[in-house]
């Protein structure tokens, strides 16, 4: 099997292109592709998508692995390059926006692994988009920009920790594999990646409503430098003195920061504000 770089240049010099628009860059380390390989829980049996294939430089190598993968890519030009280059794989490739993905029409109710290098411009969404189908999946193993796996793994107390890391973190545990230099695409993004493991698991002892627990935690970073007290007031529309009336008795001082409570003490917090 040609190395990644040697598979990427081929393919460039016979015409295949990076789209920005799309934030497309091509994976050229067999390093990287071995450490996500590795990092992942592929099982002949367990179904597996990836997102964004691209050139397939990855994809191929999974592909050799499952009995059964499906590749999404919304730029029919790789789609064509992916029916040529991945042939003989038990492989089907969807072309579809991966924000409309249903893994539950993919698979039906059995569970399955998500790989994917996610443009950077809908990161987030997507994470959320998939964790959202967590009965269809065991985990991730994804390659972001290293400052969003920063603030993903981020526990309570650090600069990065904030909502997105709260979001994913109840919903699975979070595992840093390996920082990407540039150097590892073609053509070199201007920024660092990183590739992490999302095991999902239901967060344990997680007891309050998820709908009034973001209320409350978006409402005490929605003024993050503020102190708790102002921020749930202007968050939750409340005057800072019932604020801090709801507070009394659960050992969290209105004076605090949004950025240094735990996932548990945000809990407290929103059985305190239930009312």
Known sequence: MESAAEYTQRLVKSGARAHKSLG?????SDEVIERIVSASTLKPDVPLVEIGPGLGVLTRVLASRVQKMWAVELDKHKIGILNKEIRGYPLEIVN??????????????????????????????????????????????IMVQKEVADRI???????????????????????????????????????????????????PAFSVD???????????????????????????GLKKEEVIEHMQGT??????????????????LTKAFKS
């Open 24 to 28: 497309q860059v091509f994976l050229m």
């Open 96 to 141: 579809q926006d991966a924000l409309k993905l249903n893994l539950k029409e993919l698979w039906g109710d059995q569970k399955g692994y998500l790989i994917g290098n996610l443009p950077y411009y809908i990161t987030s969404p997507l994470i959320m988009h998939f964790l959202e189908q967590g009965a269809q999946l065991s985990g991730m193993t």
């Open 153 to 203: 793994a981020a526990p309570p107390g650090s600069r990065t920790y904030g909502i997105l890391s709260i979001a994913v973190q109840i919903s699975a545990q979070v595992t840093e594999v390996m920082d990407v230099l540039p150097s590892a695409f073609w053509p070199s993004p201007k920024v660092t990646s990183a590739v992490i493991r999302l095991d999902l698991r239901p967060y």
């Open 210 to 236: 998820k709908k009034d627990f973001f209320r409350v935690v978006k409402a005490a970073f929605s003024q993050r430098r503020k102190t708790l007290g102002n921020s749930l007031a202007g968050g939750l």
């Open 251 to 268: 050992g969290i001082s209105d004076g605090r920061r949004a950025e240094s409570l735990s996932i548990e003490e945000f809990q407290v």
